[in-house]
């Protein structure tokens, strides 16, 4: 489940997105009189686990993200540490490509 997965569709005198058109809004499924509209996610999930008790655990979350950058920029420090290592040593191919498999593993494994 999703945040989207608890609004519900606008009705024909509410509005979609916000004025600048920029945010979808987001309309508590759950929520019917009174309405409960906001425009950013946060405060959707908010209003979720504070009126409903929902944990939203929405699949693209900020710490997926951060991790999967963080993975990114030691798969950088690894290339360039392995091709500096290769061009000062001069090592052989095979060298040069057994930390980058371990390193393949290691980011399948995690
Ligand atoms: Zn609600």
Redesign the pocket.
Known sequence: MTTWD?SRPAKPNEPERSTDGRNRIFY????LNPS?SCQSLTSARY??SH??QIKVTDTETKAKRLRENRLQNIWAVAEEKNLARAREQEVSASVYVWPHVKLKEAVIQS
Do not use: P, T
């Not at 508590?28 to 929520?31: A, D, S």
């Open positions: 608890y508590c499924k759950l929520c409960y209003h979720l009126s409903h």
